[in-house]
T-cell receptor, first 117, second 113 residues
Framework: DGGITQSPKYLFRKEGQNVTLSCEQNLNHDAMYWYRQDPGQGLRLIYYSQIVNDFQKGDIAEGYSVSREKKESFPLTVTSAQKNPTAFYLC????????????????FGSGTRLTVV | GENVEQHPSTLSVQEGDSAVIKCTYSDSASNYFPWYKQELGKRPQLIIDIRSNVGEKKDQRIAVTLNKTAKHFSLHITETQPEDSAVYFCAAGRTSGTYKYIFGTGTRLKVLA
């Protein structure tokens, strides 16, 4: 499915729960990203990782955590500290432009819709 | 901080007419500008991109123009068709250093048959 897979497609979280969103890619991309999409607000960067075992906070990292133990995987945990987690979450990956720019941009996953119940 | 402004937020055109979406970026070091199309309930898909060493790029009915001095870039869709209806996002980023794009807020394009 485009080389990058997100699961689950729909996720329901109870108040006070931590939930983890999965993102796996088989494109051999070095860089991976998590975005949150809310109506009328476009795509906002939560975390990104340019290399295994390293990641950086984006613009709205509070209440989220990530890990990058493998090149193929970049899971996102939505913690209980995130007060408004209901949103559509998109994972993306890209070739490391530092290795020779190829202009492919991001490849996006199909998204996970998280709802607080 | 870095940001990308995108206008308009919604755009309705008659089938066959042209549509133009404009973006302005703040980071003068940005040198890569992709455009994504997101159909309802689907993932964003890259439709065209441009690097800062060119001023215009065209792919069939879609073209992108870039004015580095003014830090503006635009998406032009000619001969619009109903299947062009979607949300379009612009983005700006660098090809070295920090590999992340800043996205615009999106434009919902409706092509009226």
């Amino acid at each position: 499915d485009g080389g990058i897979t997100q699961s689950p497609k729909y996720l329901f979280r109870k108040e006070g729960q931590n939930v983890t969103l999965s993102c796996e890619q088989n494109l051999n991309h070095d860089a991976m990203y998590w975005y949150r999409q809310d109506p009328g607000q476009g795509l906002r960067l939560i975390y990104y990782s340019q290399i295994v075992n390293d990641f950086q906070k984006g613009d709205i990292a509070e209440g989220y955590s990530v890990s990058r133990e493998k090149k193929e995987s970049f899971p996102l945990t939505v913690t209980s500290a995130q007060k408004n987690p209901t949103a559509f979450y998109l994972c993306a990956s890209s070739i490391d432009p530092g290795q020779g720019f190829r202009g492919y941009g991001y490849t996006f996953g199909s998204g996970t819709r998280l709802t607080v119940v | 901080g870095e940001n990308v402004e995108q206008h308009p937020s919604t755009l309705s055109v008659q089938e066959g007419d042209s549509a133009v979406i404009k973006c302005t970026y703040s980071d003068s070091a940005s040198n890569y500008f992709p455009w994504y199309k997101q159909e309802l309930g689907k993932r964003p898909q890259l439709i065209i991109d441009i690097r800062s060493n060119v001023g215009e790029k065209k792919d069939q009915r879609i073209a992108v123009t870039l004015n580095k001095t003014a830090k503006h870039f635009s998406l032009h869709i000619t001969e619009t068709q109903p299947e062009d209806s979607a949300v379009y996002f612009c983005a700006a980023g660098r090809t070295s250093g920090t590999y992340k794009y800043i996205f615009g807020t999106g434009t919902r394009l409706k092509v009226l048959a």
